[in-house]
């Protein structure tokens, strides 16, 4: 923007706001009156003001500086990014807040556990052992008062098993390359209730992804004349 005090100039070979002492001679050249000149947008000084205030506000949501005391116990146990699997923790992480899922694989896993021929490779069986990590409190636990909580590593586990298999001869989820998790969260449901139809399980008519359904009816209504 341009006022008759100056404008915003910025120099791309110094990479760099500068000044122009002849801004209003060269602005005449080309027929702008520099004293005629209105503020009609943000300066950069402006937008820096704005940006140091939303930098404000994110520190007051992120608690930074505040001295934090870690939670720890069952259903407080994070989960490793083993590179770009950051969609694969926080869908996994979200539907075991969901009490279907907790009932089906964390309070039955001792179930899939035994039933399991191959572990390694048994939907059910990792499915379980993912809930117990996360839910079990098993690896989450009290860090006590007289040790620094800021020096120790957070409670998480690394779910590399359960990752292999769920991304087993599927086309992205196979790589290690960042995916969308909305995808995620629909191929995995398919594959729980795949699952459900054909695996042995405590309960056969059981099948935690029939929370996500939901019936959508058209109607076309016509007003009466």
Same mark, same amino acid.
């Given at each position: 923007?341009?006022?008759?005090?100056?404008?915003?100039?910025?120099?791309?070979?110094?990479?760099?706001?500068?000044?122009?002492?002849?801004?209003?001679?060269?602005?005449?050249?080309?027929?702008?009156?520099?004293?005629?000149?209105?503020?009609?947008?943000?300066?950069?000084?402006?937008?820096?003001?704005?940006?140091?205030?939303?930098?404000?506000?994110?520190?007051?949501?992120?608690?930074?500086?505040?001295?934090?005391?870690?939670?720890?116990?069952?259903?407080?146990?994070?989960?490793?990014?083993?590179?770009?699997?950051?969609?694969?923790?926080?869908?996994?992480?979200?539907?075991?807040?969901?009490?279907?899922? /907790?009932?089906?694989?964390?309070?039955?896993? @001792?179930?899939?556990? *035994?039933?399991?021929? +191959? !572990?390694?490779?048994? &939907?059910?069986?990792?499915?379980?052992?993912?809930?117990?990590?996360?839910?079990?409190?098993?690896?989450?636990?009290?860090?006590?008062?007289?040790?620094?909580?800021?020096?120790?590593?957070?409670?998480?586990?690394?779910?590399?098993?359960?990752?292999?298999?769920?991304?087993?001869?599927?086309?992205?989820?196979?790589?290690?390359?960042?995916?969308?998790?909305?995808?995620?969260?629909?191929?995995?449901?398919? /594959?729980?209730?795949?699952?459900?139809?054909? @695996?042995?399980?405590? *309960?056969?008519?059981? +099948? !935690?992804?029939?929370? &996500?359904?939901?019936?959508?009816?058209?109607?076309?209504?016509?007003?009466?004349?």
């Amino acid at each position: 923007t341009i006022t008759a005090k100056g404008a915003d100039i910025y120099s791309y070979d110094e990479d760099d706001m500068v000044e122009d002492p002849n801004l209003a001679v060269r602005l005449s050249h080309w027929g702008i009156n520099m004293l005629k000149m209105e503020k009609s947008d943000r300066s950069m000084a402006d937008l820096e003001i704005e940006l140091n205030q939303k930098f404000g506000e994110a520190s007051m949501i992120e608690e930074a500086n505040s001295k934090l005391q870690p939670v720890h116990g069952p259903g407080y146990t994070g989960m490793r990014n083993l590179g770009n699997s950051c969609y694969l923790n926080s869908v996994m992480q979200v539907l075991f807040t969901l009490k279907d899922f /907790q009932e089906k694989y964390y309070k039955n896993s @001792d179930f899939y556990f *035994d039933k399991a021929k +191959d !572990p390694a490779n048994d &939907f059910n069986a990792q499915t379980a052992k993912l809930a117990h990590g996360l839910l079990s409190g098993v690896y989450s636990k009290e860090i006590p008062a007289n040790v620094d909580a800021s020096l120790q590593a957070p409670s998480v586990i690394r779910p590399q098993m359960f990752r292999l298999l769920i991304g087993r001869n599927h086309a992205d989820f196979g790589t290690k390359q960042q995916q969308d998790a909305a995808e995620f969260l629909q191929y995995y449901l398919e /594959q729980v209730h795949n699952h459900c139809k054909k @695996d042995p399980t405590p *309960d056969p008519t059981f +099948d !935690p992804s029939t929370c &996500f359904q939901f019936e959508l009816e058209e109607r076309i209504h016509y007003p009466e004349t």
